[in-house]
């Protein structure tokens, strides 16, 4: 079982930056991939960015040269930095873990935290 712990969401206004951190009750090593995912009120969860166990990573075209995933593996904490904030980046923020073996597949999820960006 993995336990996922996010933390630094807040209120920011259009322009500012965030940082969030999700801790994990695990070595992050034996994790495949951690990302991040929001919500918006009335909208579908959607994936903003992911970064796999060899460091490769993927972003939403919208957060694209904006935020940034890593991950310290020392730490077992993934990152989300947001810079350049927009009121559309509004939403609570889950971080994910997913680990994969040849024929399953685990999802966890941590709590949410809310990023509210003011105009």
């Known amino acids: 079982q993995v336990q996922l712990v996010e933390s630094g969401g807040g209120s920011v206004q259009a322009g500012g930056s965030l940082r969030l951190s999700c801790a994990a009750s695990?070595?992050?090593?034996?994790?495949?991939?951690m990302g991040w995912y929001r919500q918006a009120p009335g909208k579908q969860r959607e994936l903003v960015a992911n970064?796999?166990?060899?460091?490769?990573?993927n972003y939403a075209e919208s957060v694209k040269g904006r935020f940034t995933i890593s991950r310290d593996n020392a730490k077992n904490t993934a990152y989300l930095q947001m810079n350049s904030l927009k009121p559309e980046d509004t939403a609570v923020y889950y971080c994910?873990?997913?680990?994969?073996?040849?024929?399953?597949?685990?999802?966890?999820w941590g709590q949410g935290t809310q990023v509210t960006v003011s105009a």
């Open positions: 994910n873990a997913v680990r994969y073996g040849r024929t399953w597949t685990r999802d966890y």
């Open positions: 695990v070595s992050i090593v034996s994790i495949n991939a």
């Open positions: 970064i796999t166990n060899g460091g490769s990573t």
